[in-house]
């Protein structure tokens, strides 16, 4: 079975430091893997995806993640903060079903808090 | 513009009541999904479905029922069976086996 692990519910930053949050998976086979922010009392909203090819992906509002096989890792990084940034994000890897469309196993979620 | 549309956003029942959560898409997508979020426990699959007339249990479908009359509709009824049914429902819809799920913006639903 797929799993996903986010370490940290909770981290925060200084406007304009680096963000980093972590997601490590577990998978028998080669993962797609996506972030995926929430804002308070919504649906979520893709950041970014990697499936094949480029291991560095870029995303939405200037967030990118790197896919490394040889840690199960795929880390979600932002350069510098910024407060519309306070937000949850969950690590999903997706397991492809048979007939089409495939099943999200999300990881517990990490609460971003961006302090001036 | 395509979307997903879930209402009602905030629902309150009393315990024993069956009550049904609307999923509309006009995305075009073959496959839907419900998803339920609680505080600290991340989202959990209850159910999906992958083409009209058919879905499939996740992976906590205990005490919920679905329906796939229609390809834009998948609606969730939450049963008198269900235990703990206070939570944050989302529903989702995709295409192809490595595309991104879309989410609707939930219905927050309040048993008491």
């Known amino acids: 079975a797929q799993s996903v692990t986010q370490l940290g519910s909770h981290v925060s930053v200084s406007e304009g430091a680096l963000v980093l949050l972590r997601c490590n998976y577990s998978s028998s086979v080669p993962p797609y893997l996506f972030w995926y922010v929430q804002y308070p009392n919504q649906g979520l909203q893709l950041l970014l995806k990697?499936?094949?090819?480029?291991?560095l992906v870029k995303g939405i509002n200037g967030f990118e993640a790197e896919f490394k096989k040889s840690e199960t890792s795929f880390h979600l990084t932002k350069p510098s903060a910024h407060m519309s940034d306070a937000a949850e994000y969950f690590c999903a890897v997706s397991e492809a079903l048979t007939g089409g469309g495939n099943k999200l196993t999300f990881g517990t979620g990490t609460q971003l808090k961006v302090e001036l | 513009d395509g979307g997903i549309t879930q209402s009602p956003k905030y629902l309150f029942r009393k315990e024993g009541q069956n009550v049904t959560l609307s999923c509309e898409q006009n995305?075009?997508?073959?496959?839907m999904y419900w998803y339920r979020q609680d505080p600290g426990q991340g989202l959990r699959l209850i159910y999906y479905?992958?083409?009209?007339?058919?879905?499939q249990k996740g992976d906590i479908a205990e005490g919920y029922s679905v329906s796939r009359e229609k390809k834009e509709s998948f609606p969730l009824t939450v049963t008198s069976a269900q235990k703990n049914p206070t939570a944050f429902y989302l529903c989702?819809?995709?295409?192809?086996?490595?595309?991104?799920?879309?989410f609707g913006n939930g219905t927050r639903l309040t048993v008491t």
């Open positions: 995305l075009n997508h073959d496959a």
């Open positions: 479905s992958q083409i009209v007339n058919d879905f």
């Open positions: 989702a819809s995709s295409t192809t086996g490595d595309s991104p799920l879309h």
């Open positions: 990697y499936t094949t090819g480029a291991t």
